[in-house]
């Protein structure tokens, strides 16, 4: 258990600095002194580095405390900050959406080749909406749409699009398929992918990010095996569908796309590599 964080009051920023830096080491966290100081003072690590003579107020070291037990507790940064970048832009965050994570924008770059004009997409379980904006943020004629079992998740995506000026994107409540009409030439999904007590979740992830977002089935493929399986009802003739997973199921996933008709399917490495996505047509 580590002690509360220092008393800073009226220390420099310098001084603040390598304070929270011993501290945070003990947390395992040092790499994020700059980041949660700057946080605390709504302020850029620029203006940090040049103004390391001036004082923390007692509002200012107040808030820091705050920060500083949250993040040791395993709150991610992202939900401290309420904000995450995703594609070069810039969304919201909060409990009832998972971060996006960088290996996620492999799906908006497979998703933006080759696309067609006036092209539709859905996006399921969009969760704050990064897939779905990335894309209509590039391609503007885009006939979007997104769902999500989640209301939070939802209202999330919708203030994200309208932060973006997309408010062609179309919402809907929705199990998956539930509730959607009409076919696609494009559908992708980021869905639960971890299988209940996988030991390589890591705990912060396990203990503070949505459960609802992350669990599925005891191997964690329960909800891959119903997209998949039913995507190709809601595909045009020659449509794809692009889906995440994580790098140990890839072969189990190109086999049940191409079980459910899906040719050719290939798979997809993000920048570290590892096998994070596969992409299969509906035959024309």
């Known amino acids: 258990m580590t002690d509360a964080a220092p ?9 603040a600095r390598r304070e929270l830096r011993a501290w945070l080491a003990a947390c395992g966290k040092d790499a994020e002194t700059d980041y949660l100081l700057c946080h605390a003072l709504d302020k850029s690590r620029a203006w940090l580095y040049a103004n390391g003579h001036l004082h923390l107020s007692a509002h200012d070291e107040l808030r820091l405390r705050g920060i500083l037990a949250r993040r040791v507790e395993g709150v991610p940064f992202a939900y401290l900050k309420g904000r995450r970048e995703f594609y070069s832009l810039d ?16 799906l908006v770059g497979e998703a933006l080749a080759n696309l067609p004009r006036r092209a539709g997409v859905l996006d399921l379980g969009t969760g704050c909406g990064n897939i779905i904006i990335a894309v209509a943020h590039a391609r503007k004629d885009v006939r979007a749409t997104a769902t999500d079992v989640s209301r ?6 919708r203030r994200n699009a309208a932060h973006h000026g997309l408010a062609g994107i179309r919402f809907l409540l929705s ?15 980021n869905p639960p992918y971890v299988g209940h007590g996988d ?11 949505p459960g609802l977002a992350l669990y599925a089935g005891g ?33 189990a996933v190109r086999e049940m796309m191409r079980a459910a008709g899906f040719a050719p399917v290939r798979g997809l490495r993000d920048d570290a590599g590892r096998a994070r996505a596969c992409a299969g047509f509906r035959s024309a």
Do not use: M
């Open 7 to 15: 008393r800073l009051k009226d220390a420099t920023l310098d001084e």
């Open 91 to 106: 969304f919201e965050v909060n409990a009832a959406v998972l971060v996006p994570r960088p290996e996620t924008e492999i």
């Open 152 to 157: 939070g998740a939802l209202d999330t995506a």
């Open 175 to 189: 199990d998956w398929f539930e509730n959607v009409e009409g076919c696609f030439d494009l559908i992708v999904a």
């Open 199 to 209: 030991p390589q979740l890591a705990a912060e992830v396990a203990a503070h990010e």
């Open 219 to 251: 191997d964690g493929l329960a909800h891959l095996r119903r997209i998949t399986a039913d995507a190709g009802d809601y595909l045009n003739p020659g449509g794809r569908l692009v889906v995440e997973h994580a790098p140990a199921q890839s072969a």
